[in-house]
């Protein structure tokens, strides 16, 4: 079985890029696709690490568009600051794009001062 995704939108919000103790670069940023005629925007989870993530750090920006390739796993936890009906903790889930390769495109147009 494959489990590959390939997205081709836009950044939508700052990214972070956070190192681990053995200086390891983790890059999460959001990605926004559009469907077909009629059909909503979607927003993606990305994350990116090492090398692949240090390059989406210097070189990406709000609104550039980009072309990913990677593949989707599923983040779990609980989160015990909110409960459900039977007052236990709620469990999460968040779907999430591991970036293999990231392609920069064209930066968004600034728009012009008045």
Known sequence: MLNQINLVGRVVEEFSCEYTPNDKAIATFKVATNGRKNEPTQFHNVK???????????????????AITGRMVYDKWVD???RDKDEKPLRRVRA??????????????????K
């Open 48 to 66: 990116a690490f090492g090398d692949l993530a240090k390059a989406c750090a210097k070189y990406l920006a709000t609104g550039q568009l980009v």
């Open 80 to 82: 015990s600051r909110y």
């Open 96 to 113: 999430v794009v591991i970036a293999n390769s990231v392609q920069f495109g064209a930066k968004a147009k600034q728009q012009e001062s």
